[in-house]
Each structure stands twice: as C-alpha cells, then as structure tokens.
C-alpha cells in the first residue's frame, strides 16, 4: 500500500507535517530550478517593492496578518505589471488519451480549439475549431487518406499550416480560391512537453516562434524513466479558480474525502474529532507575478504555482532499511480555464518507488478512485462558487473568513489572482464572466462524458466490461436453454444441475457487472452524511 501513497490528492501535505525526514537543500530547489528561467518564482526577501507578509502566526490564534488576507491596502499603493492571461501556454491534453486517427475538440480559456494528428509532419496540431466555409466545428470531421483535416460538412480540407487544400465544390479548371486567405483556418502555436500537448491562444502570426523564446513549464520527473507517472484527466463542473484554490487547500481532505483518503497523524498526537483535522503549519516563501513557493513546518517537501495552469507539491520520504534510493513523490495538478463555471484538470503523481504497481494494475483502476475523490467535493465546490459569485470576487477576502494557517495557500492564490490578474480571469471578448444555471446533481457528477470519453484506457475498459456482461447474459441464458430443450436422459442430473448454477452464477455476475459499470463509468452519487 506505500506505493500507492502518491495516488492521494493533497493528502501530502499532511505526510510531509508528520514526517521527520529532513530534506536535502539540493533536492528541494530541484523543482524549482528546472523550470525555464522566465518562469521561475523569485525569492520574496530579494525584490525591493515586495509589499507581502510571510505568514508565522500559530494556527490557533486569530493572526493581524489574516485582518487583510488579501492585502488590499498595500495593493493600492503598488502599480505591478498585470498578467496577460492570453500570453502563456496551456495545457490541453495528455498524448496517451488523443488518437491519432480522429481530430478532437477542446475549450481552452473560452477558446474552442481542435486537436488533431498531422502525419506528414509528424506532430500535433492545434487548430481553430471552425471550417471558414460555414463555420462548422472542424473536430467533428475526419482525417483523410492524405492526412489532411477535412470538415465533413462539405469536404474542404486543411494542411498543416491551415491552408486550405481542396474545395470539391470549386470547377477544377476554375480560379484556385482554395488559396484565398479567406479559405484558411487559423493555426495556434504548439508542442508536446512532459506527453502533454500545450498551445498559445493566440494565433497571430507573429507569436508562429513563440517557443523559441518562452516554452511550457517543464517538470523533468514526468520524462524520468525511474519514475511512475501515469497521468489522467477530468472536466470539472466548477470553474478553474475554484478547482485551483481546492487543490491548494490540504485542510479539507481529511473531511471533504473522509474514508477515501488515510490522514497520516503526527506520533503522539491525540485526535481532537473523528476525521483527525490539525493545525497546518504553511509557510509561504515567494510570491509575484511568477506565482510563489511555500515549505511545510519540517522542510521535507512544499508547494509551487506557477501560473495560470501549474500547481504541485514534492516531497522526499527518505530511504528504506538497506536502500539507498531516496524516495521521492510529486503531486502535480494542471488547472485548465476552460469557460466561466467550467474547469478542467490534467493530474499525474510521479513517483520512484513501487513503480511495478503501476506496471500490472491497468490504468482506469487508478483512475477510479481518483474520480471517486473528485466527486465527493465536487457538489458542494460548485454550489460555493455560485455563493463567491454572488458576494462579487473581489470580496472574497471579506465574505471569507480565514484565520489559520492551513489557509496560507488560497489566500496566496487568491491574493496572486487579486494583485496580478484583477481577481479573476479575462475571457477576452467571449464571456460576460456570469455561471450557468445549475443542472441536475446526476449531470454535474456524470463521469462519461466529463472522463470516460476523454480517457483512452476507461473507454476501452468500459467497452471491455459491457461486452463482458453481454456475454455473461448470453451464456446464462443459453445454460437455461440448453437445459429446458434437452429431452429427459440425454443430460444427466449432474450436467443439469452444473447448467443451472452457471446459469444462476452468470446472471448473477452479470447484474454485478452492470451495478460496477454504472457505479464507476457513468454516476456514483456521494452523501457526506451517511460517511
């Protein structure tokens, strides 16, 4: 089960409080400094004009740094150069669940972009998602014999660049209007980093280079061979600065996810309630237009934003008895700003140590229980952004109260968001920034389509296991069959009773089946009440 520590989601924080390994220098910086220069966090005691607090108070008390969580004053008296939501990369998808035999479509920061395999060059492309014949969405076309992306409207087809190659409409001995401008669709920047298809959204053709001059945030352990790092995805019913803040947040896991996820407790420790919540000792190191840094209370592991889409944890757990491997583990979130109220997350946990569980148990299994997770806090956040929404996100500072420590992340994020980015993002010209109505709690936690079709290995097993209850059906039914046609001596009582078990048996299974195929693929409904 210690090789499965890593698939948790910020339950590390509570094993890095409670563990007293100490980590070296070395590997603590190691995060940090593999990123690109541009991106990485500046240490806050270096800048002249940083205005921020480091938050040390005890978590028991009431803190004068939490009065203004935000720091609303000190932003007043500060004018720091405004973050350009459209002048960074984004994540989009993980390469292992894209085929490369259809286009797909995605929104990325209210973008409607189309994600597809061009062979003769042998890359991913990422497209505008909208044929400039009539607009219709390019992703549900094809790719033809040729490897180019054809609209099935009306059969236009595009190359690599976005030139349009073929109009079967247009005379063959006619003027060739498929090299019109207006024929073209426009083409975003893009590249695969750590098997994760990322694009600029911006189409101009001046940003064509862009990744000669700014590249994606690079965590070399999910390109490290000695490292398990499986990956998934989800789309989220709640937009991306909730989704952001939540996976910042290690204090409600022991109670939001209670019997899903094990709290560790420090040795000695007397459990002050059921669930084993405590005080969190947070410390924040840097924080600027980059993102920011923070450390637990021992120094064995900490956290790093960087903005819009990368937040992880690392941690060191030391070496075993005769090892001299030092185990290492990351929790490593993708937050993706997809349209107001709507988010998606790209998560992987890499680790070395266990990598063999990874290697026999199939890849939907994890990614059950981490749904699983997903769902059981997955209501309640998307009703607490719609009462965000109400008090106005500039005043979350004032509609919320946070007075402890534990909290030292969200309200560096929140006041990240405030200082930087106006406190919430820019959607351009294509939202207004209002939530959509709330559906039905069967809608908001559906898993097919917000996981299972966008997931290549929990499509195939949930392909795999229909077929399975489809066959488990037949064989049943035909046991009795068999039984009820056989005339009296032919079957002995023996064989009789052996097809009527495995009829009964079948059946049986089957049900099951269709109970796990629905409780886990389709909807699983989740009462903290009852927990």
Known sequence: MEALIASSFSSFQYLTNTSTTTLPTTQTNRAIFNLPINQRPTPLIHSNNAKFKIYTAASSTVPTEFLDPLGQEQEAKTHDKKFDWFAHWYPVMPVCDLDKRAPHGKKVLGLDIVVWWDKNENEWKVFDDSCPHRLAPLSEGRIDQWGRLQCVYHGWCFGSSGDCKFIPQAPRDGPPIHTSKKACVAVYPSTVSNDIVWFWPNADPQYKDILSKKKPPYIPELDDPSYARLMGNRDIAYGYEVLTENLMDPAHVPYAHYGLMQVQQPKNSVKADREGGRPLDITIENLDINGFTSKSEFGVGGNIFIPPCVFYGFANLGAKKGSSLQRRFLLIFLC?????????????????????????????????????????????????????????????????????????????????????????????????????????????????????????????????????????????????????????????????????????????????????????FRYHDYNHAFR
Not at 340 to 352: A, E, K
Not at 453 to 472: D, I, Q
Not at 484 to 506: D, E, H
């Open 336 to 520: 993706i700003p997809v349209s107001p109220g709507y988010s998606r997350l790209i998560y992987s946990f890499p680790r070395n140590f266990g990598i063999w569980v990874d290697r026999i148990v199939p890849r939907w299994m994890f990614h059950v229980r981490q749904n699983l997770i997903l769902d059981s806090d997955l209501y309640l956040l998307h009703l607490e952004e719609r009462k965000i929404m109400e008090a106005g996100p500039s005043n979350w500072q004032k509609a919320c109260f946070v007075p402890t420590k534990s909290d030292a992340l969200v309200v560096s994020f929140r006041k990240w968001l405030r200082k930087y980015a106006g406190g919430q993002i820019d959607w351009g010209t294509k939202f207004g920034g209002a939530l959509p109505p709330t559906p039905p709690r069967e809608q908001l936690l559906d898993r097919y389509w917000s996981h299972v079709v966008n997931c290549r290995s929990c499509s195939a097993a949930y392909k795999g296991l229909n077929v399975l209850e489809g066959v488990l059906q037949v064989i049943s039914v035909a046991s009795i069959g068999i039984v009820a046609a056989a005339k009296q001596g032919v079957i002995s009582a023996a064989s009789r009773i052996i097809l009527v078990s495995m009829a009964v048996l079948c059946f049986l299974a089957s049900r099951w089946l269709s109970h796990f195929i629905i409780k886990n």
